[in-house]
């Protein structure tokens, strides 16, 4: 299949093969010609100039260009000032881009484990000349001796080419090539050995820099042999290229392995699940490093001009995505998701990145959106929030051209979703207003509440969110279930003749998303994998939707004493049916009556044993948390995207959509009482002063109370403690009174306490006995 014809995650990008260079062409079928770079003219974003490409050389004659002219010059500077001649005629390669739009989800995570990588010609090896314990008791000696000699040709003849890499690391050279999840490579030699190198005196260092140039000549222009990969994977681990003057050397190495055939993609992520979090936090944090300095450089003196290199961000975009898979193969991962984010893509222009992704997703223009995992979180809700506000004025000019067109007045309430309602039938209104106004869902929401005077500034809006989510997840109105021990609510399996409540709650939180309202909603965490199964309403109505694929974990995140339980089964090491006695059967109670339901045709009389225990327990998983809710959640999610219909979505994390959805968790009570307003009070206040002492020393659980207490929710919004907009009002009362709080406007009112002990008293009980707008 060609790359235009494959379907990446958004989270998880398929890592597909690109294209080999011209100068293969011919000696390698297996790869493919690489296409020509599309000119964009204007479009040039973030420091990648993808105009037209002009008069360029190939690797080869950059190489030849560190001529031994220049020896002495090398010699004299350290191996963080490398000089290279010649610098402009780097092979220009084209960007190497993926497309991550598509409607269902695929990731590298799918693929067997048994990939074969294609039959490539044998490497007779050198003799191993050291092994780890040689090389140990070599640095030893130089230690006491000063004689780095023997070290210097150890690092002379391994980095000299591609087969003496293999010959020194691999753990048997005479072995053939090893299993997917093998890579042959004794790790904590090659571990050793750059852990040393970096302490090394330079002339060695410039040594192996060299004998990777030379590697990476040699391989560019010979066939590749079936060790190669091995070379790769080593030299990738290399400190050095923490250094920018090694870029050139990192970009050409980064640039090979980019564009290795799909099969040696498939060995490469399996090796980097193996390696330890230390080393594989270190690549990703090196090649997140490489793309920040490209796109922003210190000194730009220090790099080829960009127009000679618009090929290095892609190269190692696509490196990062090999990496980004295989952490999401490892459970639980090496590294959090959040350690593939670049700050630096929060200065670039989101919206360019994000149009080029949207006009030429299958094309070859690269674009970071591409590579979703590496955009963080804020700026991911810059794109999002954008992407809604054009989408407002797309339909609120639509209107207008309407109105006008049928020589109507205009009415300024025709550009906002207004709603009106009675707090006495909060729910039934709301649900019969959005489902009148539903070609109005995507204008800028505003709520009235009948026989209520006032303008709605944002404060009714929040107020209206937190008053219907109240009601409906209460435990009387049966739409969910609370678990206690989980904390959390999931659907309720009954059935009833009407789902379209459910989609009022995906409504709503679309609707929370599309205006950048934080919900106090506490859904486990597969609510939002399922919420993304596909991240675009496919066009066949008859496909599924909501349904992901689940495991144990993902119960044990809602019913964990269920979940021990069927872990337990698999774990059995007696007779499973004699000591079980279950049958594919699920029982639940509906409206006080036991109900069964077959987990296949025939369940009730199909035993569970040791042989298929696994089978069903897979299938009561599967039961609880995608069948049994079928159309509960299909109303739910329709109703959800009925209003966040964007690409965008696909840019996101099922994590990530939960955030926006209901804030993060992490506290920072020091940047809340940066960015706090004051009404009737100065910072300077001892009353004030006397809050944050107490507040800034309350443990974790209090302070969130204190949040809930004030906003209605004990999250932060996306973009921080700042985009609270929280507010100190003074309360000119009784200083016998407790603290009061209006959570629409995010004010805390606090009467002027005389001592610190009374203000702590007195706020402990108020956040602590307050009912407010708590779900249970």
């Given at each position: 299949?060609?790359?235009?014809?494959?379907?990446?995650?958004?989270?998880?990008?398929?890592?597909?093969?690109?294209?080999?260079?011209?100068?293969?062409?011919?000696?390698?079928?297996?790869?493919?010609?690489?296409?020509?770079?599309?000119?964009?003219?204007?479009?040039?974003?973030?420091?990648?100039?993808?105009?037209?490409?002009?008069?360029?050389?190939?690797?080869?004659?950059?190489?030849?260009?560190?001529?031994?002219?220049?020896?002495?010059?090398?010699?004299?500077?350290?191996?963080?000032?490398?000089?290279?001649?010649?610098?402009?005629?780097?092979?220009?390669?084209?960007?190497?881009?993926?497309?991550?739009?598509?409607?269902?989800?695929?990731?590298?995570?799918?693929s067997s484990s048994e990939v074969k990588a294609p039959v490539l010609p044998e490497c007779i090896l050198p003799i191993q000349p050291k092994t780890l314990k040689d090389f140990q008791e070599g640095v030893e000696k130089v230690k006491s001796s000063g004689d780095w000699k023997a070290v210097h040709d150890f690092y002379l003849t391994t980095f000299d080419s591609f087969p003496e890499l293999n010959a020194a690391f691999k753990k048997d050279v005479t072995a053939s090539f090893n299993t997917i999840e093998d890579s042959g490579i004794n790790a904590?030699?090659?571990?050793?050995?750059?852990?040393?190198?970096?302490?090394?005196?330079?002339?060695?260092?410039?040594?192996?820099?060299?004998?990777?140039?030379?590697?990476?000549?040699?391989?560019?222009?010979?066939?590749?042999?079936?060790?190669?990969?091995?070379?790769?994977?080593?030299?990738?681990?290399?400190?050095?290229?923490?250094?920018?003057?090694?870029?050139?050397?990192?970009?050409?190495?980064?640039?090979?392995?980019?564009?290795?055939?799909?099969?040696?993609?498939?060995?490469?992520?399996?090796?980097?699940?193996?390696?330890?979090?230390?080393?594989?936090?270190?690549?990703?944090?090196?090649?997140?490093?490489?793309?920040?300095?490209?796109?922003?450089?210190?000194?730009?003196?220090?790099?080829?001009?960009?127009?000679?290199?618009?090929?290095?961000?892609?190269?190692?975009?696509?490196?990062?995505?090999?990496?980004?898979?295989?952490?999401?193969?490892?459970?639980?991962?090496?590294?959090?998701?959040?350690?593939?984010?670049?700050?630096?893509?929060?200065?670039?222009?989101?919206?360019?990145?994000?149009?080029?992704?949207?006009?030429?997703?299958?094309?070859?223009?690269?674009?970071?959106?591409?590579?979703?995992?590496?955009?963080?979180?804020?700026?991911?809700?810059?794109?999002?929030?954008?992407?809604?506000?054009?989408?407002?004025?797309?339909?609120?000019?639509?209107?207008?051209?309407?109105?006008?067109?049928?020589?109507?007045?205009?009415?300024?309430?025709?550009?906002?979703?207004?709603?009106?309602?009675?707090?006495?039938?909060?729910?039934?209104?709301?649900?019969?207003?959005?489902?009148?106004?539903?070609?109005?869902?995507?204008?800028?929401?505003?709520?009235?509440?009948?026989?209520?005077?006032?303008?709605?500034?944002?404060?009714?809006?929040?107020?209206?969110?937190?008053?219907?989510?109240?009601?409906?997840?209460?435990?009387?109105?049966?739409?969910?279930?609370?678990?206690?021990?989980?904390?959390?609510?999931?659907?309720?399996?009954?059935?009833?003749?009407?789902?379209?409540?459910?989609?009022?709650?995906?409504?709503?939180?679309?609707?929370?998303?599309?205006?950048?309202?934080?919900?106090?909603?506490?859904?486990?965490?597969?609510?939002?994998?399922?919420?993304?199964?596909?991240?675009?309403?496919?066009?066949?109505?008859?496909?599924?939707?909501?349904?992901?694929?689940?495991?144990?974990?993902?119960?044990?995140?809602?019913?964990?004493?269920?979940?021990?339980?069927?872990?337990?089964?698999?774990?059995?090491?007696?007779?499973?049916?004699?000591?079980?006695?279950?049958?594919?059967?699920?029982?639940?109670?509906?409206?006080?009556?036991?109900?069964?339901?077959?987990?296949?045709?025939?369940?009730?009389?199909?035993?569970?044993?040791?042989?298929?225990?696994?089978?069903?327990?897979?299938?009561?998983?599967?039961?609880?948390?995608?069948?049994?809710?079928?159309?509960?959640?299909?109303?739910?999610?329709?109703?959800?995207?009925?209003?966040?219909?964007?690409?965008?979505?696909?840019?996101?994390?099922?994590?990530?959509?939960?955030?926006?959805?209901?804030?993060?968790?992490?506290?920072?009570?020091?940047?809340?009482?940066?960015?706090?307003?004051?009404?009737?009070?100065?910072?300077?206040?001892?009353?004030?002063?006397?809050?944050?002492?107490?507040?800034?020393?309350?443990?974790?659980?209090?302070?969130?109370?204190?949040?809930?207490?004030?906003?209605?929710?004990?999250?932060?919004?996306?973009?921080?403690?700042?985009?609270?907009?929280?507010?100190?009002?003074?309360?000119?009362?009784?200083?016998?009174?407790?603290?009061?709080?209006?959570?629409?406007?995010?004010?805390?009112?606090?009467?002027?306490?005389?001592?610190?002990?009374?203000?702590?008293?007195?706020?402990?009980?108020?956040?602590?006995?307050?009912?407010?707008?708590?779900?249970?």
């Amino acid at each position: 299949m060609s790359e235009a014809g494959r379907v990446p995650s958004p989270a998880t990008p398929l890592v597909v093969a690109a294209a080999a260079p011209e100068e293969r062409k011919g000696k390698e079928p297996e790869r493919e010609k690489l296409p020509p770079i599309v000119s964009a003219g204007a479009g040039a974003t973030a420091g990648l100039d993808r105009g037209a490409k002009g008069q360029i050389s190939t690797f080869s004659s950059f190489i030849s260009a560190v001529s031994p002219k220049k020896e002495a010059a090398e010699n004299r500077s350290s191996p963080a000032h490398l000089i290279f001649p010649n610098i402009k005629n780097v092979r220009d390669q084209p960007p190497i881009s993926l497309d991550v739009r598509q409607k269902q989800r695929i990731s590298m995570d799918a693929s067997s484990s048994e990939v074969k990588a294609p039959v490539l010609p044998e490497c007779i090896l050198p003799i191993q000349p050291k092994t780890l314990k040689d090389f140990q008791e070599g640095v030893e000696k130089v230690k006491s001796s000063g004689d780095w000699k023997a070290v210097h040709d150890f690092y002379l003849t391994t980095f000299d080419s591609f087969p003496e890499l293999n010959a020194a690391f691999k753990k048997d050279v005479t072995a053939s090539f090893n299993t997917i999840e093998d890579s042959g490579i004794n790790a904590k030699f090659v571990n050793a050995v750059y852990d040393t190198l970096i302490n090394t005196p330079q002339d060695i260092q410039k040594t192996v820099l060299k004998g990777i140039i030379n590697s990476l000549l040699r391989e560019w222009k010979g066939p590749r042999t079936k060790d190669d990969l091995r070379a790769y994977f080593i030299l990738l681990q290399n400190p050095q290229f923490n250094n920018t003057s090694t870029y050139v050397i990192y970009a050409h190495l980064l640039r090979q392995i980019a564009t290795l055939v799909e099969a040696d993609h498939h060995f490469l992520v399996h090796w980097f699940k193996k390696l330890s979090q230390k080393r594989f936090k270190q690549l990703v944090e090196r090649l997140l490093q490489f793309i920040s300095l490209r796109l922003f450089p210190a000194k730009p003196e220090e790099f080829p001009p960009i127009t000679k290199c618009s090929w290095w961000i892609p190269s190692a975009a696509k490196v990062l995505a090999l990496l980004n898979t295989a952490n999401n193969l490892v459970l639980p991962p090496l590294i959090p998701y959040t350690d593939f984010y670049n700050s630096t893509l929060d200065h670039i222009d989101l919206m360019e990145e994000y149009h080029t992704w949207q006009n030429f997703g299958n094309s070859h223009r690269f674009s970071f959106c591409q590579y979703p995992f590496v955009i963080s979180i804020a700026a991911k809700k810059i794109i999002i929030q954008r992407d809604s506000e054009q989408q407002m004025i797309n339909i609120a000019r639509q209107s207008l051209v309407d109105k006008v067109s049928r020589r109507q007045r205009p009415d300024m309430n025709m550009l906002f979703l207004n709603m009106k309602v009675r707090r006495t039938h909060l729910v039934s209104d709301s649900l019969d207003e959005l489902t009148r106004k539903r070609a109005d869902l995507k204008k800028k929401l505003k709520v009235t509440f009948v026989g209520e005077a006032g303008l709605d500034m944002g404060g009714l809006t929040k107020e209206w969110f937190l008053l219907l989510i109240r009601q409906i997840f209460h435990p009387d109105y049966g739409m969910f279930t609370y678990h206690k021990d989980s904390h959390c609510h999931w659907f309720s399996s009954f059935k009833c003749d009407n789902y379209s409540e459910f989609r009022l709650v995906g409504i709503l939180m679309g609707l929370a998303v599309y205006n950048s309202i934080t919900l106090d909603i506490r859904f486990p965490p597969c609510c939002y994998k399922k919420l993304l199964s596909p991240p675009i309403i496919p066009s066949d109505q008859n496909i599924p939707v909501g349904i992901c694929s689940v495991t144990v974990d993902d119960l044990c995140q809602i019913m964990p004493e269920l979940a021990h339980g069927l872990s337990e089964l698999l774990s059995h090491e007696g007779n499973v049916e004699e000591d079980f006695y279950s049958t594919f059967q699920v029982f639940q109670e509906e409206f006080g009556i036991i109900k069964s339901y077959n987990l296949k045709p025939g369940g009730d009389k199909i035993s569970v044993t040791n042989q298929n225990r696994k089978e069903y327990v897979q299938l009561y998983t599967d039961f609880l948390l995608n069948k049994s809710i079928y159309k509960q959640f299909a109303a739910f999610y329709y109703g959800f995207h009925s209003v966040c219909a964007s690409n965008a979505l696909m840019l996101l994390r099922p994590e990530e959509v939960e955030i926006l959805v209901c804030g993060s968790p992490d506290l920072d009570m020091y940047a809340l009482q940066k960015s706090t307003q004051y009404d009737g009070y100065a910072k300077t206040d001892l009353t004030i002063k006397y809050f944050w002492d107490v507040v800034l020393g309350f443990p974790l659980d209090l302070q969130k109370k204190l949040l809930h207490f004030t906003t209605g929710s004990d999250r932060v919004p996306v973009g921080g403690m700042a985009d609270l907009n929280f507010k100190i009002s003074k309360n000119e009362t009784s200083t016998n009174w407790l603290p009061v709080a209006h959570t629409c406007f995010n004010q805390l009112c606090l009467p002027p306490y005389k001592s610190k002990k009374d203000l702590k008293q007195k706020l402990i009980i108020g956040i602590s006995n307050s009912e407010g707008f708590g779900l249970e």
